[in-house]
C-alpha cells in the first residue's frame, strides 16, 4: 500500500488531515520535531519520524519511500519575537522538503499555503486563484512569508515535481491546541480580552473541510494548479464574527466601534508591552489589524467545482470551536 507523509502533522490542520487519512483506510507516516505536542495524534495508528523541516537529512529519511507528500508544516504566528523563524521554516523550510521530495521520488504533492498569499483586486470583486500578491507595503510578515514560499513551490513544480497548491481561508474548528491565531481569537472574545471592534472582515473555513479539501485536491487537483479552500458565503465582518462568538460561549460581545486608526494604535501599544515587558502574544497585532480591515474576500467557487470542497456553514463551524475550547478547559 502506498505510504503518504504529512508534514505538520501535530498542528491544528495537519491533525484533522491525518485523522481523515487514517479514517480513509491510508498509511501514513509523519513528522514530528522533538518538541512538538502529539496530543492529536494519540491513539492514531500511524509511524512517526522525527524530523524538522529545517532538517535536509531527516527530510530525505522521512521521504523516503512515500509515493505522497501533504506539506502542511509552516509557522503561523502574527507576533514574534524573531519573525526570521517565519522565512527559514515556511520559506526555506518548503525548499529543504520539497527538495526531498523529489529526490525521494515522490509522485504528487500537495503544498499547504494560505489566502494570506493572495492579494486584493482594485475593482473590490473577491480574490480567486490568479490574484497576484500585492500587499507588501502594509508590512505583513506572515502574509509575506507565504507568498515567498508559493514562488518556491512554484520554481519547483516548473521543474518537474507533480505539485498541487491549495489555500484554506481562517481556519477554524475541534483540536486547535496551541492555538493559531484563529483560535486565540476565539479565546479572547470567550475571556473578554476583545474590548471593541473595528470595521474589518474575513473568510472563516471549517477545519474538517479543509482536510477533507487537502485529499480530494490529491486525488483531483491538477498538478501546477492552485486552489483556494473556503465557503462560499461564509464572508464575515468581525463585528458579527465575535457577536456568533460569544452568542455560543454565552458571553457579552464587544460593545464598542472603533474605528481603524483606533485599533492600530491599540494594536501597537499591546505591541510594544508585548516585545519589551511581558514577552507574551498579545491580543492584536498592526498587521493583524490591517489584514482584517482590508475585508478581501476570497473566492472558492474553483475548488468546489473541480474538487467537490466540502462548504460547513459559519454557525456551525463556531458551534463546534467554541464547545470544543470549553470541553477541553481553555475557558
Known sequence: MDTVLVTGATGFVGSALVRELVQQGATVRVTVRTTSRTDNLEGLPVERVVADVQDPDAMRRACQGCTMLYHVAGVYRTWMRDYGVLHRVNVEGTRQVLTAAREAGVQKVVYTSSIAALGRRPDGLPSDEQTLFNLHHLRLPYEESKFNAEQVAWEFWRNGLPLVVVRPALVMGEGDIYPTPSGRLVLDVLRGRVPCYFDGGID????????????????????????????????????????????????????????????????????????????????????????????????????????????????????????????????
Request: charged share 20%; proline share 6%; net charge positive.
Open 204 to 331: 472563516v473555513v471549517d477545519v474538517g473541510d479543509v482536510a477533507r479539501g487537502h485529499i480530494l485536491a490529491m486525488e483531483r487537483g491538477v498538478p501546477g494548479e492552485s486552489y483556494n479552500l473556503g465557503c462560499e458565503g461564509n464572508f464575515t465582518l468581525l463585528r458579527d464574527l465575535t457577536r456568533l462568538i460569544a452568542r455560543v460561549g454565552g458571553v457579552r460581545p464587544p460593545a464598542l466601534r472603533v474605528p481603524v486608526w483606533c485599533a492600530l494604535v491599540w494594536a501597537h501599544t499591546l505591541t510594544f508591552i508585548a516585545n519589551y515587558v511581558t514577552k507574551r502574544e498579545p491580543v492584536a497585532t498592526p498587521a493583524s489589524i490591517r489584514i482584517l480591515a482590508l475585508k478581501r474576500r476570497v473566492a472558492f467557487a474553483k475548488a468546489v467545482r473541480e474538487l467537490g470542497m466540502p462548504q460547513t456553514p459559519l454557525e456551525d463551524t463556531l458551534t463546534r470551536t467554541v464547545r470544543w475550547y470549553q470541553t477541553a478547559g481553555y475557558v
